[in-house]
C-alpha cells in the first residue's frame, strides 16, 4: 500500500503566530513586495528596568498564498520615543540557494505621536515622496518601501502643509 500526503501551503497567519520570535501585539499592515511581504507590526516589550512598552517594528514574509509563506528573518526591534515622528529603517536581503543576492528590500517606518501631523514626506535620493499613512486604534503609523534616508511629519491639509521640526 502507498500513501501519499499533500503538503499544505503554510498560511500568513501561522507564520506570524508562530515564527515570529517576539509577541505580535498587532498587525499594522501588510505590504507585498517581490517574492513576499513586509509585516509592520507592534510588539509588546520591556526595558531594562522591567517597564513595558510597545515598539513597532518589521518583518520578512517570503512567500504567497498558494505555495505558503516563511518568516525569512532578521528579527529584531528598536525603540526610540520622540516628541513628534518616531523613524526606523531596516534592510532586508534574500538569497538564492547559491548564495548569491536575488532581492534587497529596504524600508522606512515609523509612529507618528504627535496628533497635530497629518502627513508623512520620507527623504530620499529623488527628493520628497509622501509615505502612507496607516491609522489603527493603537495609533497612526507609516511605512514605505525603498531607499529612504529619513522622515518628517506635516500638519495641514492638501492646500496648504507645513513642517513641523
Known sequence: MLLLTACRAVPI????????PFNVK??????KVKDGAILLYVTR?????KEEFDAVTVAFLKGNDQDGWENAGHNHWDYHKEEQVNVFK??????NGNGDLETRIPVIYG???DSKINFVEVVG???LER?????KESGRYFLKVGDYETARGLSG????VQLLK
Open 157 to 160: 491639509n492638501e492646500k496648504g
Open 90 to 95: 531596516d534592510v532586508f536581503y534574500d538569497y
Open 45 to 49: 516589550q520591556k526595558n531594562e528596568k
Open 111 to 113: 509612529k507618528i505621536e
Open 13 to 20: 497567519n501561522q507564520v506570524i503566530e508562530e515564527d515570529i
Open 26 to 31: 498587532e498587525v499594522i499592515h501588510t505590504e
Open 131 to 135: 509615505a502612507y499613512v496607516i491609522k
Open 125 to 127: 535620493n529623488e527628493g
